[in-house]
């Protein structure tokens, strides 16, 4: 990705061919997210010296940002403008190629985790459900509840671990490709359980920046789940797994 940002083509691994494939695949159907938005993050540098570039900077930056700027032939991708960012698949997609290694070996059960996105492979020795702890995006070294799984994959999306803070004021690290902004959200954290790495880091992302108002389409789809939290701390989830889980935390509720 190094290489294909610097030169604007480079000779790419199947894997990262087959990342990118994926990702322009999850974008006909969840276009909030583009991985031709490196320029725009890089602008920001959020994780880096962050600053609040001009509405000029901004403007140039969002000209190049289209997935149609990327072509790959084989193993060979050009990039004819813009900059390539996998950070809203890069964690999925490493838990996908996981499991792959898992399943080759035979493997029983493990869990598998990168932070926001992890893996629960298998099954326990004594059969048992997995028992995942939800944190509490206002105190994130405390959870608010709790949720027992089998096999899945877990992907989270929030602004509470990885916010930056210019000039007093504090951004999300997930930008609004409409308006080349950080996302102004009313949802605290999403979290989405799936059957795909790769998909429940795209979707949970995408949802995230929708906030409540699309929370209803996302909650009756049947490829996954999801548990998402807004500002005033009110709980939306998935009816499919609303019997298994549990909010530990008073200060939460589920959302009428």
């Known amino acids: ?46 994780s880096g010296t962050p600053r609040v570039p001009s509405e000029q900077e901004i403007a140039q930056a969002l000209a190049d940002v289209d997935i149609n700027n990327l072509t790959i032939n084989g193993n060979t991708a050009t990039l004819s403008k813009g900059e ?36 629960l492979y298998g099954k326990k020795p004594r059969g048992e459900s997995f028992n995942v702890g939800i944190k509490n995006p206002l105190e994130p070294d405390e959870e608010m509840g709790t949720l027992k799984v089998n096999e899945c994959f877990i992907s989270t999306s929030g602004s509470y671990e990885r916010a930056f803070t210019v000039d007093d004021k504090e951004y999300s690290h997930i930008f609004n490709l409409k308006n080349g902004y950080p996302v102004e959200t009313d949802l605290l954290s999403v979290t989405v359980i799936g059957k795909s790495g790769i998909e ?25 789940q999801v548990i998402a939290i807004d500002k005033d701390q009110n709980v939306y989830i998935s009816n499919s797994i609303k019997n298994n889980f549990k909010i530990t935390n008073d200060s939460f509720s589920f959302a009428k």
């Open 1 to 46: 990705i190094y290489e294909l940002n610097k030169s604007m083509t480079a000779t790419l691994s199947d894997e990262t061919v087959e990342i990118i494939n994926k990702a322009k695949e999850l974008e006909k159907v969840y276009p909030e997210c583009d991985i031709t938005a490196g320029g725009l993050i890089n602008l920001w540098d959020p």
């Open 84 to 119: 390539i960012n996998l950070g809203c698949c890069a964690k999925g997609y490493a838990c996908d190629i996981i499991k792959e290694m898992l399943d080759e070996n035979n493997e029983s059960y493990a869990i598998v985790s990168f932070g926001s996105s992890s893996l």
């Open 200 to 224: 429940s880091d795209f979707v949970s992302t995408c949802i995230f920046m929708n906030g409540v108002a699309g929370l209803e389409y996302y909650l009756n789809l049947q490829d996954f």
